[in-house]
Nanobody
Framework: QVQLVESGGGLVQAGDSLRLSCAASGRTFSRYAAGWFRQAAGKEREFVAGVTGSGVITQYSDSVKGRFTISRDNARNTVYLQMSSLKPEDTAVYYC???????????????WGQGAQVTVSS
């Protein structure tokens, strides 16, 4: 079992930056690929960014590419999502997830956090 706890959400203005953190329990965190997803009100959950267990390879959705950066610190069992140049359409609940079955947008994620609200005002 892996428990994930997101933090760092909040209310910001368009153009601002924000960093989300996802702290994981367990001793073998580097075995898990990690991803960030988001779900806006009335919309389906969508993939935002993914990173391999080593942290070397990353993947982004087209909507955030160039503005968001995913990274991880396996010594701290933590995954980050640095968000810059935020737009009102980035408003959503952001979830982190981990899996040992593949990585990136097409993987099946086994464990999910509770979500962190990000609201971007215009």
């Amino acid at each position: 079992q892996v428990q994930l706890v997101e933090s760092g959400g909040g209310l910001v203005q368009a153009g601002d930056s924000l960093r989300l953190s996802c702290a994981a329990s367990g001793r073998t965190f580097s075995r898990y690929a990690a991803g960030w997803f988001r779900q806006a009100a009335g919309k389906e959950r969508e993939f935002v960014a993914g990173v391999t267990g080593s942290g070397v390879i990353t993947q982004y959705s087209d909507s955030v590419k160039g503005r968001f950066t995913i990274s991880r610190d396996n010594a701290r069992n933590t995954v980050y999502l640095q968000m810059s140049s935020l737009k009102p359409e980035d408003t959503a609940v952001y979830y982190c997830a981990v899996t040992t079955r593949g990585w990136g947008a097409r993987a099946d994620y086994d464990y999910w956090g509770q979500g962190a609200q990000v609201t971007v005002s215009s």
